[in-house]
């Protein structure tokens, strides 16, 4: 699936009690608009904004017009507070031959979602737009707006708290990262809600350190800045939470996945363990070498990795290369392979979560 057709503002619906969404000022002094169009005509809907989340996702499930299905779509840009499928309504618009339309919300997606040209090339989808005179000069726009985002210093942070949570406790807190091109609502929703009921934990999920459009994220080639980034990060969770002393945990995904087993190699006084899910990264992971140079004991910590049986042996190597230092130096190591084709997120994730989580936090170290 394509990462800007992942919807995850749209198809949410549920805005919990406990979450905290901390977002950072959105980039200013864009490059000027390539093609000078109208806002498109917006066609008043039957719903309440409260409700309007499922009505729109029912609707577009359904079978309807693709016309009706991206009048729905423009008039949900317009009410919802983070739209994050302004790439998936240009493409809408293009299969439909609309244009105009179709550059509108490409140059929008490109200011307020995220937009990916090399996507956009290779998708057929858009085809239409790609043989037409003015796509030079909007794809000129749409890198500018991808140079614009990834040189600015935007982030956003995902913070999800026990319900019954005072604020004063120190209580347990998962660190979670995102892989390439996702977002730090990755660990956020139903799901992560109820798990952190279930075991008073709470789960912080981070953006990347750098911004590829509001809603796409990666890790970058530092990890002490990325290291940096993500403790910033539970700074501002500021008076919301209280952690408990050496009972963080990082999980994360793909490129997050190497990051989560990085970081908490790097400071086992302060982490728990990891979960990593199908590690890998476009950068070279120096985990072992770490170890190496530090010589420190990781007895007490757990790490906990997984990964698809069809997806390659990527991951799976990468995960087992690790096995030697970190049992070197005294960790617990578990591997799981699930079943499946794909570079993803095992299925039946929640279940795994909280057995895992019950793990990693529920033991106390003798010197605690």
């Known amino acids: 699936m394509k990462k800007w057709m992942t919807l995850a503002c749209l198809w949410s619906g549920v805005v919990m009690a406990k979450t905290l969404v901390i977002e950072s000022p959105l980039p200013g002094s864009w490059p000027d608009v390539a093609v000078e169009l109208a806002a498109p005509e917006v066609v008043k809907q039957p719903w309440g904004k409260e409700d309007a989340a499922k009505k729109v996702r029912d609707f577009l499930a359904a079978d309807h017009p693709a016309e009706k299905k991206i009048e729905v779509l423009i008039w949900w840009a317009g009410v919802a507070e983070r739209p994050d499928f302004l790439m998936d309504l240009a493409a809408r618009c293009a299969k439909a031959g609309q244009i105009d339309r179709a550059f509108y919300w490409l140059q929008r997606?490109?200011?307020?979602d995220v937009c990916d040209v090399a996507e956009i090339e290779s998708d057929e989808d858009f085809a239409v737009l790609i043989k037409e005179a003015r796509w030079a000069k909007v794809k000129e726009y749409l890198r500018?707006?991808?140079?614009?985002?990834?040189?600015s210093s935007f982030y956003r942070q995902v913070l999800t708290l026990p319900a019954s949570y005072d604020g004063?406790?120190?209580?347990?807190?998962?660190i979670g990262l995102h892989g390439f091109g996702s977002?730090?609502?990755?660990?956020?929703?139903?799901d992560f809600q109820r798990i952190c009921d279930a075991q008073g934990i709470a789960f912080l999920g981070v953006s990347g350190r750098r911004?590829?459009?509001?809603h796409a994220f990666m890790?970058?080639?530092?990890?002490?800045?990325d290291l940096q980034h993500i403790e910033q990060a539970m700074l501002r969770c500021g008076p919301s939470l209280k952690v408990a002393p050496g009972r963080t945990v990082a999980i994360g995904f793909s490129q997050g996945g190497q990051l989560a087993a990085e970081i908490a190699a790097a400071q086992p006084n302060n982490y728990r363990g990891c979960l990593s899910m199908s590690p890998g990264s476009r950068y070279p992971s120096a985990l072992v070498e770490r170890l190496e140079a530090a010589k420190a004991s990781l007895s007490g910590q757990r790490y906990f990795f997984t990964w698809i049986s069809g997806e390659g042996g990527g991951p799976k190597s990468k995960a087992q290369a690790w096995r030697t230092a970190l049992e070197k130096r005294d960790a617990i190591l578990h591997e799981y392979e699930f079943p499946g084709k794909g570079h993803q997120w095992p299925r039946n994730y929640e279940d795994y979560f909280a057995i895992t989580l019950q793990v990693l936090v529920g033991e106390r170290k003798e010197s605690e």
């Open 109 to 112: 997606a490109a200011r307020e």
């Open 144 to 151: 500018a707006c991808e140079v614009k985002w990834q040189e």
């Open 168 to 174: 004063q406790s120190p209580i347990p807190l998962v």
């Open 183 to 190: 977002l730090p609502e990755d660990f956020s929703g139903a």
């Open 211 to 214: 911004p590829l459009g509001r």
């Open 219 to 225: 890790w970058t080639e530092s990890f002490e800045k």
